[in-house]
């Protein structure tokens, strides 16, 4: 079963509006997350590292106050698309590290968020 | 700075065929590297990853894959294809131990019958 889920897996909005997207570790505290954006039929692109009690590490080119990424718990990170246009319209990826695993274990991918403003 | 390249954006192959997708990177030290696949408005699903050791390695579903270093390297195989296996393919690099990857472009694959 999946051990990162991301929720929801869809969202339509009007542009204008904020939109939050989560990720959840089921079974495994991550002090880490990442997220990734997808453009239609393009490659992964990280977004941020999200770190659970400090601020997220953006990637450069990827404006802060436009993508908020909280990281409150071990087991929950955010990210809100802040005054979203149709530009934001893209799939969004997280994923996490399970600290249990050995080191030459990947990390594990939610299953994406798809989001279309309007 | 690392980077992968996927050269073929594109692929069709007959059901039943061999099938080989190219992947090369480009990384300061020893790399370690991934093929995931996705379909359509899916997310990503972990074929198989290479650190260290035999660098002939074999993944999920059928696939194999072949590091070769001295060409920068990591071909993704399959002997046989189905038609399931119709999606995005992505070739991933990373630092060991670290989760930040860089992904390649993708190489889509098309089955006919």
């Known amino acids: 079963g999946a051990v990162v889920s991301q929720h929801p897996s869809w969202v339509i909005c009007k542009s204008g509006t904020s939109v939050k997207i989560e990720c959840r570790s089921l079974d495994f505290q991550a002090t880490t997350m990442f997220w990734y954006r997808q453009f239609p039929k393009q490659s992964l692109m990280l977004m941020a590292t999200s770190n659970e009690g400090s601020k997220a590490t953006y990637e450069q080119g990827v404006e802060k106050d436009k993508f908020l990424i909280n990281h409150a718990s071990l087991t929950l990170s955010t990210l809100t698309v802040t005054s979203a246009h149709p530009e934001d319209s893209s799939f969004y990826i997280c994923?996490?590290?399970?600290?249990?695993?050995?080191?030459?274990?990947?990390?594990?991918f939610g299953d994406g968020t798809r989001l279309s403003i309007l | 700075a690392q980077s992968v390249t996927q050269p073929d954006i594109h692929i069709t192959v007959s059901e039943g065929a061999s099938l080989e997708l190219r992947c090369n990177y480009s990384?300061?030290?020893?790399?370690?590297l991934f093929w995931y696949v996705q379909s359509p408005g899916q997310g990503l699903q972990l074929l198989l990853k290479?650190?260290?050791?035999?660098?002939l390695v074999q993944g999920i579903k059928g696939f194999e894959a072949e590091f070769k270093r001295s060409q920068s390297s990591f071909n993704l195989r399959k002997p046989s294809v189905h038609w399931s296996d119709a999606a995005e393919y992505f070739c991933a690099v990373g630092p060991f131990g670290n989760e930040k990857l860089t992904f390649g472009t993708g190489t889509r694959l098309t089955i006919i019958p």
């Open positions: 290479y650190f260290s050791g035999d660098t």
């Open positions: 994923s996490a590290r399970d600290p249990r695993d050995s080191f030459d274990q990947p990390q594990h």
């Open positions: 990384y300061g030290a020893t790399p370690y």
